[in-house]
């Protein structure tokens, strides 16, 4: 399926966002304000992100992407990230079964390589698993980042397009890390932060922006529902005047 481009075309505006992009920030400082280790805030956070999927799921969203581990984690302490490395890999094993007989779809997009074998070989086989379901999808970014993201998709651009010295989005966007989904609608960044720290800078163009202070541990669908409430109470006019919308010509 092709998809709209939000900045060559006008996508299709649905009250409840077709694609939903999330930020899970704050299961660190969720932890040290309980005085628990860190990690007791990531294993929270796995709890999280199992509830909004269902969530998800019960409210019609079709894409939900969850940015797990960015390009600039690996700055982290050695520790923390090696316990997210397992982290990882234990959800992979428990979690998709449940996703597979739920008709949920699984990716995982970013620079793989990185990963243990191990983890490479759990992620291919979850995706092909979960491959055909119809359901929800999924994706995970892990060692991903939205310069990478646009980084690698030129360089297949180039490599496909022998030659050619005028390029095009059209040309661009099939190579990028999620061509397979529309553009997110809706960007939601918990624990308190205001930035996009480098997660899908092409996809979020025009993508609606909202920021809550509550930790990821603790976002629930109550919190997502308020989410989605402010998302629906903004105008999207993807460049267009507010009198355009309302149907003035003029």
Not at 167 to 172: I, K, P, Q, S, V
Request: charge should be neutral; hydrophobic fraction near 40%; aromatic fraction near 10%.
């Amino acid at each position: 399926m092709i998809f709209k481009s939000s900045t060559a075309d006008v996508p299709e505006v649905t009250r409840v966002p077709r694609h939903l992009a999330i930020i899970m920030d704050g299961n660190g400082r969720w932890a040290t304000k309980r005085l628990l280790p860190r990690v007791a805030g990531h294993m929270k956070g796995v709890e999280a992100v199992r509830t909004i999927v269902e969530a998800c799921v019960q409210r019609g969203i079709g894409y939900l992407t969850l940015f797990a581990f960015s390009s600039e984690n690996w700055r982290r302490p050695e520790e923390e990230v090696s316990l997210l490395m397992r982290l990882f890999v234990t959800a992979l094993e428990r979690e998709v079964v449940k996703m597979h007989a739920n008709n949920i779809r699984l990716k995982v997009v970013g620079d793989l390589s990185r990963f243990s074998a191990e983890l490479q070989r759990l992620i291919a086989e979850a995706e092909r698993k979960t491959a055909n379901n119809t359901g929800l999808t999924v994706t995970v970014c892990a060692n991903y980042g939205g310069r990478w993201d646009i980084t690698q998709a030129a360089s297949k651009m180039v490599a496909a397009n022998p030659g050619v010295h005028d390029y095009t989005e059209d040309m661009l966007a099939p190579h990028l890390a999620m061509a397979y989904a529309p553009e997110p609608d809706l960007f939601i960044r918990t624990g308190g932060e205001q930035r996009i720290s480098n997660y899908l800078l092409w996809q979020l163009a025009y993508t609606e922006l909202y920021f809550t202070d509550t930790y990821w541990p603790d976002f629930d669908g109550a919190a997502l529902d308020a989410a989605i409430a402010s998302y629906q109470q903004r105008e999207r006019r993807f460049g267009r005047t507010s009198a355009q919308l309302a149907g003035d010509p003029n």
